[in-house]
């Protein structure tokens, strides 16, 4: 069973930066494409980046191009998503989440299988 546990949160003020971190455990992350996910208050659980298994594939969403950027290392079993020049607008609890690839879009929560249990961003003004 592939358990997946996050870390890095926290609270900053615009401008600021965090590094997101999730663990993965269970099977070799290199197994599954991955993605992070973001729900703000009262909002839907949306995409943020995805990374295919190549680790050269990456996609943002419009709302983090050229901020974010997600990365994988597979010695450590480990996904990251760095952060930058943090807005009011990112606040909400990040997921990070697994799929195989080839199985639908990497910003449709629908097609991943296993998620952790979030990371809250809090980002003030």
């Known amino acids: 069973q592939v358990q997946l546990v996050e870390s890095g949160g926290g609270s900053v003020q615009t401008g600021g930066s965090l590094t997101l971190s999730c663990q993965i455990s269970?099977?070799?992350?290199?197994?599954?494409?991955m993605g992070w996910f973001r729900q703000a208050p009262g909002d839907v659980r949306r995409g943020v980046a995805g990374?295919?298994?190549?680790?050269?594939?990456?996609y943002y969403a419009d709302s983090v191009q050229g901020r974010f950027t997600i990365s994988r290392d597979f010695a450590k079993n480990t996904l990251y998503l760095q952060m930058n020049n943090l807005e009011p607008e990112d606040t909400g609890i990040y997921y990070c989440?697994?799929?195989?690839?080839?199985?639908?879009?990497?910003?449709?929560?629908?097609?991943?299988?296993?998620w952790g249990q979030g990371t809250r961003v809090t980002v003030s003004s």
């Open positions: 989440a697994a799929r195989p690839e080839g199985r639908g879009d990497w910003a449709d929560a629908r097609d991943y299988d296993y």
């Open positions: 269970g099977a070799p992350s290199q197994t599954y494409c």
């Open positions: 990374i295919y298994r190549d680790r050269l594939r990456t």
